[in-house]
């Protein structure tokens, strides 16, 4: 049986085949631990980490590298993050060794070295032990259907966005349309693919309108408004992303809709990157976000902690 849906405030979603319900995560093995693990220490480690992964890098055997890896992980700090990940430690061992085992630069990837790469992982992880017990979205039609999430559209044509965001072409006109405009105006816009799916969750719409409002203040008259490069993926996504060469790491929080990407090179051009970077990195210090850069485009995540609140904001908001 197939059965629509629609989300609340948004446009109707395609079908979704009730078949097919979305991957929820297994719980992380063991009784959860006492306390939430340290985060600035975990962030440390991991930069601790990162310096004796370069001095490696170039080592022309892995097993150096799989020592390192196998002894620095069970570090307390560490240890605490990972093992609360629904992979534990030992999955999230392996799961490095194997990307690092695999990992071929690539001019698309944020992951530019083997160091960036183990970075973004770990680092990411964070995301992944913040919402384990949230269920994936493994397709796109569950993307594009699910009643969680909110159509931007819907909200932008009603000036309720305090950002922007660039929708990928969805035909050869349009593609061939966008590359015109990119031709002729190089520096208009950030060089970004765009949103495969225009679909968030409500917390993250109110997420980004705070900071965009904050970035707005912050900067000087004329300076574009904050821009998005991505948020909710599919885990069906992530994959043909991986293809592809990015650095699309799984599980991720794009796929629980609580992840996103934000421009942050392009600001240079206008003097404020490192406004945003600030406005950011302020956010993560108050424990609502998780950031990590990644070049272009810095990572956010939306921390549980924060996401009741934002989620009455965006509610006091949009008058619903």
Do not use: K
Not at 149 to 156: A, H, K, M, T
Not at 266 to 279: F, H, I, N, P
């Amino acid at each position: 049986m197939r059965v629509p849906s629609r989300s609340p405030g948004g446009r109707p979603g395609p079908t979704v085949a009730s078949t097919a319900p979305a991957r929820r995560l297994p719980a992380s093995s063991g009784p959860p631990p006492a306390t939430d693990p340290d985060l600035v220490a975990y962030r440390e480690a991991v930069a601790d980490l990162l310096v004796e992964v370069g001095a490696l890098a170039d080592a022309p055997s892995t097993a150096a590298r799989q020592v390192l890896i196998d002894e620095r992980l069970r570090e307390p700090a560490l240890a605490a993050v990972l093992d609360a990940t629904p992979q534990g430690l030992l999955g999230a061992r392996e799961t490095l060794l194997l990307e690092m085992a695999r990992y071929q630069p690539n001019p698309r990837s944020s992951a530019r070295d083997l160091t960036a790469l183990v970075r973004i992982y770990l680092l990411s992880r964070i995301d992944v032990m913040w919402w384990r017990d949230v269920a994936d979205f493994v397709t796109d039609d569950q993307v594009q259907g699910s009643p969680d999430l909110v159509d931007l559209e819907w909200l932008r044509r009603r000036d309720l966005l305090r950002f922007r965001y660039r929708e990928q072409p969805a035909t050869v006109v349009g593609r061939s349309w966008h590359a015109l405009r990119r031709r002729l105006r190089p520096e208009a816009t950030p060089r970004t693919a765009g949103l495969l799916a225009r679909r968030a969750r409500r917390e993250v719409v109110a997420l980004l309108n705070d900071l965009g409002r904050e970035f707005a203040a912050a900067t000087p008259p004329g300076t574009p408004p904050l821009w998005v490069t991505s948020l909710t993926r599919s885990v069906e996504h992530q994959h043909r992303l991986r293809r592809l060469g990015y650095a699309a790491m799984l599980p991720s929080g794009h796929c629980t809709g609580y992840a996103m990407d934000v421009e942050m090179t392009w600001y240079a051009r206008y003097g404020v990157q490192e406004t945003l970077a600030a406005l950011l990195l302020t956010r993560q210090q108050a424990g609502e976000i998780n950031v990590i850069d990644e070049g272009q485009a810095w990572h956010v995540c939306l921390a549980p902690v924060a996401g009741r609140r934002l989620r009455r904001a965006y509610e006091a908001e949009m008058g619903v």
